[in-house]
């Protein structure tokens, strides 16, 4: 079965330095996303990513936050000055959706980073 | 508002069945629904989805009534590890996810 793969699966960094999460989506996949959970709280969304460009964003992606896809595989998450409060599990999805097809496809998650910051 | 309701946890058995229902009264003609399964430190797995009627596959079942104003996902023989948080969404396909707080399910000996 095919797997959204995420590096590294534990990240701990300072306040103030830069993270860059990498995911590589499932390869025939066209959307993708990052959304991340804090500990004994909801899933959140952050962002979609179609076309090489962003989609969707929440008011969490601020300015901190920008995502890339630089090759045909990777797509990264990077938070440019980390804060205490950024410290969570992130997680890269993908999906193979089809405008205006009779069926929606189910997303496919990876196993997550989890981000701390100290 | 919240877009669906289920409730926020369910005991049960080795070998039992395990209903969920969700509510979502305010569905729209172009969202499906979709179920989630989230394990402890580990992304939500998709387990089924459907737009209308039932809906089998080797895991799960979706019942949606004609109104479409709730489904039920059930889980047969459920074994211990089942035991995760088990998610109703609605969306529209293309959207992104909005996750409520789920249903914890504890699967007992």
Known sequence: ?118 | LAKTTQPISMDSYEGQEVNITCSHNNIATNDYITWYQQFPSQGPRFIIQGYKTKVTNEVASLFIPADRKSSTLSLPRVSLSDTAVYYCLVEAAGNKLTFGGGTRVLVKP
């Open chain 1, 1 to 118: 079965e095919p797997e959204v793969t995420q590096t590294p699966s534990h990240q701990v960094t300072q306040m103030g330095q830069e993270v860059i999460l990498r995911c590589v989506p499932i390869s025939n996949h066209l959307y993708f996303y990052w959304y991340r959970q804090i500990l004994g709280q909801k899933v959140e969304f952050l962002v979609s990513f179609y076309n090489n460009e962003i989609s969707e964003k929440s008011e969490i992606f601020d300015d901190q936050f920008s995502v890339e896809r630089p090759d045909g595989s990777n797509f990264t998450l990077k938070i440019r000055s980390t804060k205490l409060e950024d410290s969570a599990m992130y997680f890269c999805a993908s999906s193979e959706a089809m405008t205006g097809d009779s069926h929606n496809y189910g997303y496919t998650f990876g196993s997550g980073t989890r981000l701390t910051v100290v």
